[in-house]
């Protein structure tokens, strides 16, 4: 007997709710009894309300390996579609640990690639939200491949569209490299792991003996091996954190960044600013807050806080307009650039690039950290990626020297010949290719030897070349320096280049693709 429509819409709704279920009450209650949110519930915190449409609910696997074939899961453990955030449209996957421990199975991966196709499209961005066992073991290769395919596409649409990953649960083996393929990178600590090869795996191999948080925690990836760019306290603080990154980026690459209305002044001077730098070379300041004084309402959003922390990469507005700050913090190794900052700096550059998102670069550099370690590690290789990053970097781009900007260091921090539209210097800007006391100490060592009174010609040089190179005053005398203002008018000044440089445009020359220093 042929249903009745109305048998027919129960049955549709019997179905759709033992897959909204998940893993079922149990499974639902230890997800939570470990401290974590379900998928569904996860993509409800990330959307706007009432905005999230589900797709492909009714995906479903087809293995019929090791009795695969009677093990019903649920949307193959993903939870796929698309909503609003603030108002803006995002795509999202979430694997669900509930059923079968969120592993891939290749429908999973199926489903997961239909969102990234659609978000390329579209021109949106997309968010990834992972809690797995990783590739689904009943599965075999065709998981593999799965994972293969999701890799393709985060390399497809790099650049394309933005892309993020939240880590809040297990992502092992192979399962990393689809977040590391992607843009950002937000663990939660406690319960967001990456590995390649988990501790049983290294205590056999190696005999090390290592916790799975110390090995891939969210404190690990993010304070030692950079691979990840927030650490969050829960899942809402890491989803709240999303929707404020998200708040600064465009939607693709063929957008400008949004805009937010802002009460804090164009005009408005900072007095605080005119005695930020302290008189005395060899002491440190807080570029952070230098930059919270300038910025519109004194917010920042900062990217790989625990990572690198010489260099600074953060996410804040200028007259409403969503902008890219590289910097050097003097407070940490007195701003000097290593391979860890360079790294970071210059992967950050090239997603402002990629995304239309204006680079503000603040100097206070001394120069590239000395020492074998350096030079071993391959500082040469990293430099010039910062080199290559602002070279190849079309966005709008203006440098602000607020104190030391000395030699390869300086280029490394877009000095005019690496193409910034501004370079704009306060009165305490010292340009030069070092330090006045190493500089006199090699030019003008001989000298010193002869002399009688060796520490009076030492300082008198250095006066000399302190006299001539450490200020603005030389490197504007021929355009390398575009504006110099006071500190108090940075906000002003800044704004008026940045408005200035909305309509710019420049092409690269034809090519296939760049080829910078990995
Ligand atoms: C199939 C899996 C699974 C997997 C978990 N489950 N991982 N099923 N394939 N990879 C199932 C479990 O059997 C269990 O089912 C349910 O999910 C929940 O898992 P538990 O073990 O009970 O949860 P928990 O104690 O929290 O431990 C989580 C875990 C553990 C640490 C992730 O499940 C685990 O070690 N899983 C295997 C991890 C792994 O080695 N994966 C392959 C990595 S290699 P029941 O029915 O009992 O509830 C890889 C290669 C990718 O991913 C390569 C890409 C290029």
């Known amino acids: 007997m042929p249903l009745t429509t109305a048998e027919k819409i129960t049955l549709f709704q019997e179905k759709s709710a033992k897959i909204e279920a998940m893993g079922g009450p149990k499974m639902v209650e230890k997800q939570h009894a470990a401290g974590k949110l379900t998928a569904r519930e996860r993509i409800n915190f990330l959307f706007d309300e009432g905005t999230f449409q589900e797709i492909d609910r009714f995906v479903t696997h087809h293995s019929t390996f090791f009795g695969m074939e009677k093990n019903f899961v649920p949307g193959d453990a993903v939870v796929t579609g698309y909503g609003l955030v603030d108002g803006r449209p995002v795509y999202v996957f979430a694997q669900d640990f509930t059923a079968m421990g969120g592993s891939m199975g290749e429908w999973q991966a199926e489903k997961i690639c239909k969102v990234l196709d659609m978000a390329g499209k579209m021109g949106a961005p997309v968010v990834g939200i992972n809690d797995s066992g990783g590739a689904r073991i009943q599965e075999g290769m065709f998981s593999l491949s799965g994972y293969g395919k999701i890799f393709f596409r985060n390399s497809r649409y790099s650049g394309v569209v933005p892309q993020i990953t939240a880590i809040c649960g297990p992502t092992a083996g192979g399962a990393v490299y689809s977040p590391a393929l992607m843009d950002f990178i937000f663990m939660v600590k406690g319960y967001g792991q990456m590995y390649i090869t988990g501790p049983e795996v290294i205590k056999a191999a190696t005999g090390e003996i290592i916790s799975t948080d110390e090995l891939g925690g969210a404190v690990t990836h993010n304070k030692i091996s950079g691979n990840a760019h927030f650490v969050c306290d829960n899942d809402e603080d890491c989803l709240n954190k999303i929707k404020t990154l998200l708040s600064y980026l465009p939607s693709s690459n063929r957008e400008t960044t949004p805009i937010k209305e802002t009460s804090d002044p164009v005009d408005r001077m900072e007095e605080k600013l005119q005695s930020f730098v302290p008189d005395s070379p060899n002491r440190a300041f807080n570029m952070k807050n230098l930059i919270k004084l300038i910025v519109d309402d004194g917010e920042i959003f900062e990217v790989s806080q625990m990572y690198a922390q010489n260099m600074l990469t953060i996410f804040a507005r200028l007259n409403g307009r969503a902008i890219g700050i590289i910097a050097n913090q003097p407070q940490f190794m007195s701003g000097c650039l290593d391979v860890n900052a360079s790294d970071k700096a210059a992967r950050f550059i090239r997603f402002c690039d990629s995304f239309n998102i204006p680079i503000f670069t603040f100097v206070d550099v001394p120069g590239f950290l000395p020492g074998k370690g350096q030079e071993h590690g391959g500082i040469i290789r990293h430099g010039a990626k910062m080199l290559f990053a ?129």
Not at 390 to 406: C, D, G, M
Not at 421 to 443: L, R, S, Y
Not at 475 to 483: E, L, N, Q, R, T
């Open 390 to 518: 602002y070279s190849e970097a079309t966005v709008p781009k203006l440098t602000i020297i607020t104190r030391k900007a000395y030699g390869g260091s300086y280029m490394a921090m877009c000095s005019k010949d690496m193409g910034p539209d501004q370079v704009i210097a306060w009165p305490t800007a010292q340009i030069a290719v070092m330090g006045a006391e190493g500089a006199a100490n090699i030019i003008f060592r001989k000298e010193m030897a002869a002399a009688a009174d060796p520490d009076a010609v030492r300082q008198k040089r250095i006066d000399e070349y302190e006299e001539l190179f450490n200020n603005p005053y030389v490197a504007a005398s021929k355009g390398h320096v575009d504006i110099i203002c006071e500190p108090k008018e940075t906000r002003p000044v800044l704004i008026k280049a940045l408005e200035s440089l909305v309509t710019k445009e420049e092409e690269l020359p034809w090519k296939k693709h760049s080829n910078m220093p990995l």
